[in-house]
């Protein structure tokens, strides 16, 4: 990474700025603003960064703070994040030792800063909109290191689908990339209102909870019209598939 070096050495003549400008800035100790691009660009053209460096410098600044954000949306940074991020930062970017260090330094920072996830989201859009792979490439780390610990929550997956909006990206597409991810059964915990790391017990109270309030004799007692019925009808059915396929999955007596 050219960028690296420039700003490791002190010699930058990019004004980064918006919210990541200040990630950055926090994590490299520079200000990137009118008044230090000038003290930090040296003599000469040599030691501005190139279109490419910059487009370099943004992705990685941005991937980085998004992940602080995301992996701290539930309260709670795992160690399966932790290590996700770092097989990332490995296999996918095959980065060195000060490189790495770099991008632990920004997910600090960004964790730490007062700036958004959809005021990264929003700037990472400005650099790349007319990049869609990339776009999608950055939902597609973002699903990676969320279900890392084996779930999706709900806080994590808002954030997401907010990146999805800000990139314009249509349902379709996230639909595929986050079928990469999410297995087929977490739909069905969704539809008892249960994830995978609730208890035994959990699963079936609640089981039983929505049987009784979904029961057809129940809802016909209270005289609502056919139509809503039949909706309830439907539910009952979706609520006993979904039961029974967990039950399997979890081996429920």
């Not at 992996?71 to 930062?89: C, K, L, P, Q, W």
Request: hydrophobic share 40%.
């Amino acid at each position: 990474m050219g960028w690296f070096g420039k700003i490791v050495g002190g010699t930058i003549g990019f004004a980064l700025g918006g919210p990541l400008g200040a990630v950055a800035g926090a994590a490299f100790g520079h200000t990137f603003d009118k008044k230090d691009e000038i003290n930090y660009l040296g003599q000469g053209q040599g030691n501005r960064l190139s279109m490419g460096e910059s487009a370099q410098m943004t992705f990685f600044v941005a991937t980085f703070s998004m992940l602080a954000k995301i992996t701290g949306a539930d309260g709670h940074v795992s160690r399966e994040e932790i290590n996700s991020i770092e097989n990332f930062m490995q296999q996918d970017l095959n980065l060195g030792p000060e490189s790495r260090q770099a991008a632990v330094n920004i997910f600090h920072a960004a964790g730490d800063s007062p700036q958004t996830f959809q005021d990264f989201a929003a700037q990472f859009y400005n650099a790349f909109q007319y990049q869609p792979r990339l776009l999608e490439m950055m939902v597609d780390v973002l699903l990676r290191v969320s279900v890392s610990d084996g779930n999706l929550s709900e806080s994590e997956e808002r954030l997401i689908i907010s990146a999805v909006n800000i990139f314009g990206l249509s349902d379709e597409i996230y639909r595929k990339l986050r079928s990469k991810y999410v297995a087929e059964f977490e739909r069905y915990y969704a539809v008892l209102g249960c994830s995978r790391n609730d208890s035994v017990e959990q699963i079936k109270k609640r089981y039983r909870k929505l049987v009784f309030e979904y029961h057809p004799d129940k809802i016909m007692s209270k005289g609502l019209p056919d139509e809503f019925v039949k909706l309830a009808h439907d539910k009952f059915r979706e609520i006993q598939e979904a039961y029974e396929y967990i039950k399997q999955e979890r081996g429920i007596k």
